[in-house]
């Protein structure tokens, strides 16, 4: 059965760093463009970064270019999200998401929470 399971969130300081993991299950993993999106309470989900089956092109939202990194390691069938220099405005819950022409598969979520 095809899953993603998010780890790595938590409650951080701001100007601090998380790295978070998905694992991926029951797919091939190397066949599929991986992101990373994240919704706030009472704000749509939005991409946050997303990067290419092989080959590792990345892409990024404004607001976490030059502090979020993006990368995966298809022999672990993981991708990650380091995230540093965080703000409380990166608060939310966030998804990994795998995706090819017209299917994809979602991850539960994970809570990060940045606050003093």
């Known amino acids: 059965q095809e899953q993603l399971v998010e780890s790595g969130g938590g409650l951080v300081q701001p100007g601090g760093s998380l790295r978070l993991s998905c694992a991926a299950f029951?797919?091939?993993?190397?066949?599929?463009?991986m992101s990373w999106y994240r919704q706030a309470p009472g704000k749509e989900r939005e991409l946050v970064a997303g990067?290419?089956?092989?080959?590792?092109?990345?892409n990024y939202a404004d607001s976490v270019k030059g502090r979020f990194t993006i990368s995966r390691d298809n022999a672990k069938n993981t991708v990650y999200l380091q995230m540093n220099s965080l703000k409380p405005e990166d608060t939310a819950v966030y998804y990994c998401n795998a995706r090819r022409t017209g299917y994809g598969y979602w991850g539960q979520g994970t809570q990060v929470t940045v606050s003093s």
């Open positions: 029951g797919f091939t993993f190397s066949n599929f463009y």
């Open positions: 990067i290419t089956s092989i080959g590792g092109i990345t």
